[in-house]
T-cell receptor, first 113, second 111 residues
Framework: AQSVTQPDIHITVSEGASLELRCNYSYGATPYLFWYVQSPGQGLQLLLKYFSGDTLVQGIKGFEAEFKRSQSSFNLRKPSVHWSDAAEYFCAVGEGRDDKIIFGKGTRLHILP | DTEVTQTPKHLVMGMTNKKSLKCEQHMGHRAMYWYKQKAKKPPELMFVYSYEKLSINESVPSRFSPECPNSSLLNLHLHALQPEDSALYLC??????????FGPGTRLTVL
């Protein structure tokens, strides 16, 4: 069965610092991978996705993620965070055969001024 | 139109009330979803409609009743809910490959 692990429940970084949020998945074939962001009380916004091809994917708001098959990872990065990036970040995996995606438990990002 | 809309934004209901949540998308997406999200938790899938037919029901209690009147509209009918059903209810839609686009949600409080 598929699973997604986000090892960090909370991450705190200073504004302007770089960011990396970790995501590991368990799946036999090449999965479809997603990162979503959710501000408090809001819906989820898709930041980026990986289906196939180039393993470094660019997303919105200056985010990127790298698919590493050997490590079963899809970590999210941003070179310089802004206070508005404070939110909950969810990694998700789908297999494409049905319409389900499995979410990780999320990482809450806090930004220090 | 590139968004999923949900109404109402907030809903307070008693345990004997009947209410409905509404979701709409005009992106031509073939699949629509209902999720329930409790505070500090990821969304939990409830139902999936594909081409207007119910394709997935994640063993949701019958007090939640989904309806898909057409390819753009998805409803969730609520009846005899419990206080533990209070949550953020999210609608999503997708065209392909699990890439789901979410609405802003309805904050439901059951008294």
């Amino acid at each position: 069965a598929q699973s997604v692990t986000q090892p960090d429940i909370h991450i705190t970084v200073s504004e302007g610092a770089s960011l990396e949020l970790r995501c590991n998945y368990s799946y036999g074939a090449t999965p479809y991978l997603f990162w979503y962001v959710q501000s408090p009380g809001q819906g989820l916004q898709l930041l980026l996705k990986y289906f196939s091809g180039d393993t470094l994917v660019q997303g919105i708001k200056g985010f990127e993620a790298e698919f590493k098959r050997s490590q079963s990872s899809f970590n999210l990065r941003k070179p310089s965070v802004h206070w508005s990036d404070a939110a909950e970040y969810f990694c998700a995996v789908g297999e494409g055969r049905d319409d389900k995606i499995i979410f990780g438990k999320g990482t809450r990002l806090h930004i220090l001024p | 139109d590139t968004e999923v809309t949900q109404t109402p934004k907030h809903l307070v209901m008693g345990m004997t009330n009947k209410k409905s949540l509404k979701c709409e998308q005009h992106m031509g997406h073939r699949a629509m979803y209902w999720y329930k999200q409790k505070a500090k938790k990821p969304p939990e899938l409830m139902f999936v409609y594909s081409y207007e037919k119910l394709s997935i029901n994640e063993s949701v209690p019958s007090r939640f009743s989904p309806e898909c009147p057409n390819s753009s509209l998805l409803n969730l009918h609520l009846h005899a809910l419990q206080p533990e059903d209070s949550a953020l209810y999210l609608c999503a839609s997708s065209l392909l490959a699990n890439e789901q686009f979410f609405g802003p949600g309805t904050r439901l409080t059951v008294l």
